[in-house]
C-alpha cells in the first residue's frame, strides 16, 4: 500500500502564493505518474495537473496553465503545487493522487492512492 499525506494550504487573498506538499510513504517503488486534483464544495472533483514519474512530462488543466507548477522530488517521495497569482474560484480541498500507471490521465478514476486532502481558501 501507499499512503499519501498533503500539507500546505490555507486562506490567503488573491493574488498571493501557496506551496503545497504531497508525502508518500509505504510501497513508494509502485508509483508511476502522480496528479493534483480539486474538488469545490458542490461541485466534482477536478482535474488540476499531472506529473511523469521521471518528473518530465506535466500536464495541466487549462484553467490553472501559467499559474501552477507541480513538479516531484523521487528521493524524498515528495510531490509539489506551486500556486502562484491565486484566485478566489481556485477555492478547493486539494488531493494529491498517485498512479502505479505512467498515462498523465485527467479523470481520477485510473490513480490508485488519494491522499485525504488540504483546504485552499483565497479571498477576494
Known amino acids: 500500500q501507499v499512503q499519501l499525506v498533503e500539507s500546505g494550504g490555507g486562506l490567503v487573498q488573491a493574488g498571493a502564493s501557496l506551496r503545497l506538499s504531497c508525502a508518500a510513504s509505504?510501497?513508494?517503488?509502485?508509483?508511476?505518474?502522480m496528479a493534483w486534483f480539486r474538488q469545490a464544495p458542490g461541485k466534482e472533483r477536478e482535474f488540476v495537473a499531472a506529473i511523469s514519474g521521471s518528473g518530465t512530462i506535466t500536464r495541466y488543466a487549462d484553467s490553472v496553465k501559467g499559474r501552477f507548477t507541480i513538479s516531484r522530488d523521487n528521493a524524498k517521495n515528495t510531490l509539489y503545487l506551486q500556486m502562484n497569482s491565486l484566485k478566489p474560484e481556485d477555492t478547493a480541498v486539494y488531493y494529491c493522487a498517485a498512479s502505479r500507471g505512467g498515462l498523465l490521465t485527467t479523470s481520477p478514476r485510473p490513480y490508485d492512492y488519494w491522499g485525504q486532502g488540504t483546504q485552499v481558501t483565497v479571498s477576494s
Open positions: 509505504g510501497r513508494t517503488y509502485s508509483i508511476n505518474a
